[in-house]
């Protein structure tokens, strides 16, 4: 029996134990409407919404993620100041262009602020969604640290909880470095849109995603991995 296989049975086992776990308290999850502002790192693969729901299909989702937009952009787009304001939603996710954090950290944190603002007056939590090291962007500094390192400032700065996607990419990539999570530009691929899923839900349900029966027809194998590491990532 090789490495691998062995840790496919212990990633079964694991699943068989929890399960039982996840089909309690999977219903029994609170009932959420959650939206989603960002770009085409949002969007990609039926977006995070679509998978998020199929994580806790008993709450609500939606996006607002025109290709290229940044926190800026957004907070300069009545479409999305009217969503916000709105009052309908529990939590706002809020992405940033994925190099803005560390090129531009002023401009990242002035409509961060600005859009928390609006969303704390509309009776809603925000999120930080913390995206990850790409590989054209390296060059310029924008590394899964410095992104960490900004993003963690940020939500301290503000009162309010980041979702460490980029860190459970990372910490993936780091178990098994073949795995295929984004593209040269840095879009997701399906497995990362599913491991950016399994991070959201475990920050905003603050339960562990492992066990989830939701595989988005990744195979039990590599749905469980990247479950697991979206919990190890949040400590769940």
Not at 23 to 43: A, E, M, R, V
Not at 173 to 193: A, K, N
Not at 194 to 214: K, W
Request: proline share 5%; glycine share 8%; net charge negative.
């Amino acid at each position: 029996m090789n490495h691998y296989s062995k840790k496919s049975i212990l990633f079964l086992i694991l699943a068989l134990i929890l399960a039982s776990c996840s089909s309690i308290s999977g219903p029994n999850l609170p009932s959420k409407k959650i939206l989603f502002i960002g770009n085409s790192y949002t969007d990609f693969n039926k977006g995070l919404d679509y998978h998020l729901l199929k994580f806790a299909p008993n709450s609500d989702a939606a996006r607002i993620s025109p290709g290229g937009y940044t926190l800026q952009n957004h907070w300069e787009d009545a479409n999305t100041l009217e969503a916000i304001r709105s009052g309908e939603w529990d939590v706002v996710v809020l992405q940033e262009q994925s190099q803005i954090p560390v090129s531009d950290y002023k401009a990242f944190a002035e409509y961060a602020q600005k859009l928390n603002t609006e969303i704390k007056a509309a009776g809603a939590e925000t999120i930080l969604f913390m995206t990850w090291e790409r590989p054209d962007s390296v060059q310029y500094g924008v590394t899964t640290q410095a992104l960490n390192n900004n993003y963690i400032y940020l939500g301290q700065q503000l009162g309010i909880k980041v979702a460490p996607v980029g860190l459970a990419f990372a910490n993936a990539l780091r178990e098994r470095p073949s795995l295929q999570l984004y593209s040269e530009d840095g879009h997701p691929t399906p497995q990362g849109t599913y491991l950016a899923a399994a991070v959201f839900y475990g920050v905003i349900f603050d339960q562990s995603p492992v066990g989830n029966n939701y595989t988005a027809k990744l195979g039990n194998d590599d749905a469980l991995f990247l479950q697991t590491i979206a919990a190890q990532t949040l400590g769940k």
